[in-house]
């Protein structure tokens, strides 16, 4: 099925653990005439960009990108559309899903290419394994923990997290992004170390009262 010029596309990438290519993922979203959202651990979501297509009802057709084939993905991005229409009513958004990039008769074809290529040597310092920078434990006494899986980023993981660093910005807190930590229904989920304590169903109004409780957490081990 060839794409209808009034259709809005997204490509839809999720970051490793370590991160995604943000500027590479932007670019190729210009280059093909589309925009660009992350199924997790970034921004902006996949439930952002339906919002914005829903307010001007135009067709959506999302791309998966993935090589080779990330099943994860593929499943994930449709619940996430399915969570979007159950969240925000009956809403008659045309969404249509793609294969993945493994389907392109192209692909092939493209890394055959980049291996005849004969690539270029391999240029690099080994200090980075080595280096101090990368062998002390920030100074902190609570690690924060905020959810940034599926289904949480898809509750607003992400202004979560903001609000917290906000409001958190003068305290001695190490606040790490982590994948799904499993109690999706509860998210967004916050867990603080080394107490222990679970945060439920955050909003970025109530980050205020959680900020709260890890400024007592401090307090009780600074004593």
Sequence with gaps: MSVE???QVVLVARPTPSGVD???VRSLAETVGARWAML???EPSVHDELDLAARSCV???LVPLAVPRDRYLETWLARAVANWRETRGDHELEVRITDGLDAAAGLAGAVQEL???GGREARASPRAFRSPEWSEIPEHRVHVMVCRGPR????GAGEVQRALVRELLDAPVLMSASGCLTPCNLGPLVVTYPDGTWHA???PESARDVAGSIRETIRDYML
């Design 5 to 7: 010029p009034e259709s």
């Design 22 to 24: 943000e500027r590479s």
């Design 59 to 61: 067709p959506v057709v």
């Design 115 to 117: 291996i005849a290529s």
């Design 152 to 155: 949480c980023t898809a509750h």
């Design 40 to 42: 997790d651990q970034g």
């Design 201 to 203: 169903s955050i909003t």
